[in-house]
């Protein structure tokens, strides 16, 4: 049996076990490849919202990601909810230092229930330090609207902000979620190799929205990268993945649905 491909999850931990490196761990298994993690906070949470959060110490961080890239050298790397400036900057210095490939940075700001997950002391050192090492940024509008320092009338369209963000230095930027009509989504793709815009239009699903997706998006591209995909091919095939897991979610608490089950063709065990 050939070894599978290795990727790290530089995020938060959810209690309830839909967003974070918990839903990062299960795309992956899903996605055919070996999730390892770098947990950088704690959360007391539900499907309502973040009750509370403390975040890991810079140094223990720093020596997570040591330890995964020092004997395991993932092929491909996601950080999700950094918590703080200093995280920003530990994680950014260590990838740096160990040449991390193919970096997905989903710029997890504020929780889908509204509550700050980074200040803007963090926000800053996110374009500074994060974004250049970055292969592929997966914001969603209001994201990429604050790396942009935009807002109200200000605020770019998803082709604009897609192309803005790439001049930041990520290869990538998907503006993901889009508004396509009544039956679809889109996600704005540009690529700074090409200078190309592409939308990736898929159905838009029944039901209230689905806690964690955008981490469940974001692993799934790290996932695609390392397994050899190049960028577009890799958004390309997680959108894919990530629709059919978001249609398997439930309502299995009194807030935000979970994604409860594998994509399908996966079997249970």
Do not use: H, I, K
């Given at each position: 049996m050939s070894a599978p491909a290795l990727v790290c999850s530089v995020a938060g931990s959810d209690s309830s076990a839909g967003a974070g490196i918990q839903a990062d761990l299960r795309?992956?298994?899903v996605c055919g490849v070996y999730g390892t993690?770098?947990?950088t906070a704690v959360t007391a949470q539900d499907t309502a919202g973040v009750r509370a959060l403390e975040a890991v110490s810079p140094e223990l961080?720093?020596?997570?990601i040591d330890a995964v890239a020092g004997d395991l050298?993932?092929?491909a790397w996601k950080t999700g909810m950094l918590a703080t400036a200093q995280l920003v900057e530990v994680v950014a210095e260590r990838l740096r230092h160990h040449r991390a490939r193919n970096l997905v940075v989903d710029p997890v700001l504020v929780?889908?229930?509204?509550q700050r997950?980074?200040?803007e002391a963090g926000v800053e050192r996110l374009r500074r330090d994060l974004l250049p090492l970055a292969t592929v940024i997966t914001p969603n509008l209001d994201e990429a609207a604050a790396l942009l320092?935009?807002?109200?009338?200000d605020r770019p369209s998803a082709r604009e902000a897609a192309r803005l963000l790439t001049e930041l230095g990520p290869r990538m930027a998907v503006v993901t979620g889009g508004d396509g009509g009544r039956d679809t989504m889109v996600d704005t793709v540009h690529d700074a190799a090409t200078d190309r815009t592409v939308e990736l239009r898929h159905l838009r699903l029944p039901g209230e929205p689905v806690h964690g997706s955008g981490c469940v998006h974001s692993a799934a591209v790290a996932a695609h990268l390392g397994r050899g995909l190049e960028p577009l091919e890799a958004v390309t095939a997680a959108a894919e993945i990530v629709q059919d897991m978001l249609a398997g979610a439930q309502a299995?608490?009194?807030?935000q649905r979970l994604i409860w089950r594998p994509a399908s063709g996966m079997d249970l065990l």
């Open positions: 795309t992956f298994a993690t770098v947990v961080v720093a020596a997570q050298g993932p092929l929780s889908s229930a509204g997950l980074l200040d320092g935009a807002a109200g009338a299995l608490g009194r807030g």
